[in-house]
Each structure stands twice: as structure tokens, then as C-alpha cells.
């Protein structure tokens, strides 16, 4: 297949990609987590804020490295070219088990408890469990429908949050006080902890660079995806969360943290509307699937095509879809949904994937350094300055949480040992392709 026929995803799709990414089963559990950790809606705001600034730092110095090397795969191949393609190969084995497969596992989670709560016969990981494999039938089959199905779910899911939070203000009976009621003693750790749950909220938010090689125009279209998208997402976050502390007090909302939305349509709408909000809801988490199903198959793809994963990775169907890839992927999605608990791997995915963002960062600096006059079609704004907060948000979370949640970083730190091994054994030249 030639270049020009790969680049068929616009910038529209690019970035409903990043968007659709974004919104899912963070933005409709997150919240009650967090209440059950800060007790104060003013605190978890804050935290939201600060997410949303980590997050735009992000982009705009992906899309540097996006425009810079629009090939797919993201930090795969930032990392490899920016550090060293044992990092990049790393971060690619981290997408396939963290970055992908596990947020589509706990979206799916998420659809099922949604749907679960309005009907309590149907089994929370049945209803996930059905949503992956139709999903990933979808973006197996073909590149262009499942674009199109994609755009169509985020405008959906964009205007279902518009929606309930004017309807929230305008018509819901909440109360503005909720914001004041707080409870329990904070304190650093639990801050750094809220902020890499949060930091899993924010995820997607460098979606669109996966698939930077089958963009159209990817040094224009790859930064305005990135950018425009997660921009749009952290003002839907803030006014979400402030219709959700509008709807009920944050010990309601800890109380039922992985159906939050439930509880708060409940409140401001009554049952027969709260039900039907919430069954909105947990078909907005269809696009969140959607969305990873189609980003996370590019790091496999070009891994495959370097040579340091199965060749058969790599391989495409007529229409272009990656179908092996993406096939593998919602494997091991339904894997993890039968077999993990929805907070110990919410934890987990915030913490590893906050620390492969960061190392693109590293290769940013890097590659500043190294290669000064390299083709640089879009700058990263305020740069270093962008990049250096970037770092230091990452770090403190990042050390704290390892303080507060050992078992999730030797969880971390045995997916990087079996990384490891897995990229010495693709090195060998005699190994099975």
C-alpha cells in the first residue's frame, strides 16, 4: 500500500480521535474517587485544573515531535530516535499492556456499571465484555468506516456532556453549597495520588500521534488535533465536574465512585430522567472503546514494520485496517476486564503511562539538543517552559505515588523487566518473525 493511500484520516477525525480518547471512563468515575480521597470539591476541581495544564504541556510538545516525524506509533517512535530504541520499544510494549489494552478494559468496566445501574440484570463485565468484541470487529474490518463511526461517537459523547451540564444549571435540582461540604485531612501524598488518577482521566490527550502516518497533512493537522482537542476537553471536564458537586456532596459522590454520573443524574433529574442519563452515559463510553481501538494497533503496527515485534503485527487488511494488531489488542482487554479490579487498575495505567509521557519529553530535549537544525514544522509553545513543568508535575507525582502505592510500582516495574527480556529476545537475528 502506498504513502498516499495510508493518509486517509482528516483532521476532523484526528481530532474527534483525541477527544473521544480523552472522554471515557475517567471523566464518569474519576470524580468519585477522588472525592473519596481529598473530600473537598475545591480540591478535586484544583486537581482537575492542574491535570488540564499537564495535559496541554503535553500536547503542544507532541506535536512537535508528531510534525517532526509524522510516522505512527507515537512515543515509540519519539523514544527510539530521541533516546533509544530499547526506550522505545519499551513504551511500546507499555501501549500494548497499559496504554491500550487495560483503558479499554476499564471503559468497557465502565459501560457495564452504568448499565448495570439502571438494569441490575445485566452482569457489569457481560455488557463490557460484548461492547470490546463488537468494537473490535468494527476497526478490524475497515480503516475509513471506522473513522467515520468514531467522529459520529465523540460528537455524540461532546454533546451529551453539553448537554446534561446546562441542563444541570438550568433545570436539575442541585444545590451550590454541596461545593462547600467537605470532609476528611488531605494531605501531600493524596495529592499526588489524585493527580495520577486524574493524570488517567486526561489520557488520549496524544492520541492523534499514533496515527500521524495516516493523517493528511500531519504538520498541520497533527498540532491542531492535539491542541484543539485537548483544550476542548479540559473546559467539558471543569464544567462536568462542577455540575456533578452542583448535583450531590462529595461524600454522595465517593460513595459510588465507579457510576458517579448515576448518582448525580439521580439527584438533579429524578429516576425515570436519571436512568435515561445514564444510559446516555454508558453509551458515550462506546466511543471512548472506539477510539482506543483504533490508536493503540499503530504503536504495534510500526514496532512490527521496524523489525522488534512479529512481522505479522504489521499486517493490513484490503481497506488498511491493522487487523492483527487490533485484533490481539481487544484480546487482552477482555483478559484484564475478567480478571482486574477497577481501582488497582485505574492506579496502575495512571501511574506507568505518566512515566513514558514524560521520557517523550526527555527525547524532546534531546532531539532540541542533539539536533537543533533538524525540519521542525511546528514549535512546542513556551518552550522550555512547557516541557520543564511538564517534567516537574510528573515527578513529584509520580515519587509520591511510589511512596503511597508500592505494589503498583513493582507492578510497573515488572511490565518494564518483561519488556526487557521481550526486546533482547527481538534483537536476536535468528529470532521467529
Same mark, same amino acid.
Given at each position: 500500500m502506498t504513502d498516499s493511500a495510508r493518509r486517509r484520516i482528516g483532521v476532523t477525525a484526528a481530532t474527534a480521535l483525541v477527544v473521544a480518547n480523552m472522554i471515557g471512563a475517567g471523566i464518569f468515575t474519576t470524580t468519585g474517587f477522588l472525592s473519596q480521597r481529598l473530600g473537598s470539591p475545591w480540591l478535586v476541581l484544583g486537581v482537575w485544573v492542574v491535570g488540564g495544564v499537564l495535559a496541554l504541556c503535553g500536547a503542544t510538545v507532541y506535536a512537535e515531535l508528531g510534525a517532526m516525524m509524522p510516522r505512527v506509533g507515537g512515543e515509540y517512535v519519539y523514544l527510539s530516535r530521541g533516546l533509544h530504541p530499547s526506550v522505545g520499544f519499551l513504551s511500546g510494549w507499555v501501549s500494548l499492556l497499559v496504554g491500550f489494552s487495560a483503558p479499554v478494559a476499564l471503559s468497557a468496566h465502565a459501560f457495564g456499571a452504568y448499565i448495570?445501574?439502571?438494569?441490575?440484570?445485566?452482569?457489569?463485565?457481560?455488557?463490557?465484555?460484548?461492547?470490546?468484541?463488537?468494537?473490535?470487529?468494527?476497526?478490524?474490518?475497515?480503516?475509513?468506516?471506522?473513522?467515520?463511526?468514531?467522529?459520529?461517537?465523540?460528537?455524540?459523547?461532546?454533546?451529551?456532556?453539553?448537554?446534561?451540564?446546562?441542563?444541570?444549571?438550568?433545570?436539575?435540582?442541585?444545590?451550590?453549597?454541596?461545593?462547600?461540604?467537605?470532609?476528611?485531612?488531605?494531605?501531600?501524598?493524596?495529592?499526588?495520588?489524585?493527580?495520577?488518577?486524574?493524570?488517567?482521566?486526561?489520557?488520549?490527550?496524544?492520541?492523534?500521534?499514533?496515527?500521524?502516518?495516516?493523517?493528511?497533512?500531519?504538520?498541520?493537522?497533527?498540532?491542531?488535533?492535539?491542541?484543539?482537542?485537548?483544550?476542548?476537553?479540559?473546559?467539558?471536564?471543569?464544567?462536568?465536574?462542577?455540575?456533578?458537586?452542583?448535583?450531590?456532596?462529595?461524600?454522595?459522590?465517593?460513595?459510588?465512585?465507579?457510576? !458517579?454520573?448515576?448518582?448525580? +443524574? =439521580? @439527584? *438533579?433529574?429524578?429516576? /425515570?430522567?436519571?436512568?435515561?442519563?445514564? #444510559? %446516555?452515559?454508558?453509551?458515550?463510553?462506546?466511543?471512548?472503546?472506539?477510539?482506543?481501538?483504533?490508536?493503540?494497533?499503530?504503536?504495534?503496527?510500526?514496532?512490527?514494520?521496524?523489525?522488534?515485534?512479529?512481522?505479522?503485527?504489521?499486517?493490513?487488511?484490503?481497506?488498511?485496517?491493522?487487523?492483527?494488531? !487490533?485484533?490481539?489488542?481487544? +484480546? =487482552? @482487554? *477482555?483478559?484484564?476486564? /475478567?480478571?482486574?479490579?477497577?481501582?488497582? #487498575? %485505574?492506579?496502575?495505567?495512571?501511574?506507568?503511562?505518566?512515566?513514558?509521557?514524560?521520557?517523550?519529553?526527555?527525547?524532546?530535549?534531546?532531539l532540541r539538543w542533539r539536533e537543533p537544525d533538524a525540519p521542525r514544522p511546528y514549535r512546542a509553545f513556551a518552550w522550555p517552559l512547557s516541557g520543564a513543568l511538564f517534567l516537574a508535575l510528573s515527578a513529584w507525582m509520580v515519587t509520591l505515588a511510589i511512596v503511597d502505592r508500592p505494589a503498583v510500582a513493582l507492578a510497573g516495574g515488572a511490565t518494564l523487566a518483561a519488556g526487557g527480556a521481550a526486546y533482547l529476545w527481538f534483537r536476536r537475528p535468528e529470532h521467529p518473525r
Open positions: 448495570h445501574a439502571v438494569e441490575p440484570a445485566v452482569p457489569v463485565k457481560l455488557a463490557g465484555g460484548v461492547l470490546i468484541v463488537a468494537v473490535t470487529a468494527l476497526h478490524a474490518a475497515d480503516v475509513v468506516w471506522g473513522a467515520r463511526a468514531q467522529t459520529l461517537l465523540t460528537i455524540y459523547k461532546v454533546a451529551l456532556i453539553a448537554v446534561f451540564a446546562v441542563a444541570a444549571f438550568t433545570v436539575g435540582s442541585g444545590d451550590w453549597r454541596h461545593l462547600d461540604m467537605t470532609f476528611g485531612d488531605p494531605g501531600g501524598r493524596d495529592l499526588a495520588i489524585a493527580l495520577v488518577i486524574v493524570s488517567f482521566a486526561y489520557l488520549g490527550w496524544n492520541a492523534a500521534a499514533y496515527v500521524a502516518g495516516e493523517l493528511r497533512d500531519p504538520r498541520r493537522a497533527l498540532p491542531r488535533a492535539l491542541l484543539g482537542g485537548t483544550a476542548l476537553v479540559v473546559v467539558l471536564y471543569l464544567a462536568l465536574n462542577l455540575a456533578l458537586f452542583y448535583a450531590a456532596p462529595a461524600a454522595e459522590l465517593a460513595g459510588a465512585p465507579e457510576a !458517579v454520573g448515576h448518582v448525580a +443524574a =439521580l @439527584a *438533579l433529574f429524578g429516576t /425515570a430522567a436519571g436512568d435515561a442519563f445514564s #444510559l %446516555l452515559i454508558g453509551l458515550a463510553l462506546v466511543s471512548s472503546v472506539s477510539a482506543m481501538a483504533m490508536a493503540g494497533p499503530r504503536v504495534y503496527v510500526a514496532m512490527a514494520e521496524d523489525g522488534l515485534f512479529f512481522r505479522g503485527m504489521a499486517r493490513r487488511n484490503r481497506t488498511g485496517a491493522p487487523w492483527v494488531s !487490533v485484533a490481539v489488542q481487544g +484480546a =487482552l @482487554a *477482555l483478559a484484564m476486564l /475478567a480478571t482486574s479490579t477497577f481501582l488497582d #487498575l %485505574l492506579t496502575y495505567v495512571g501511574f506507568t503511562l505518566s512515566g513514558f509521557s514524560a521520557l517523550a519529553i526527555v527525547a524532546a530535549f534531546a
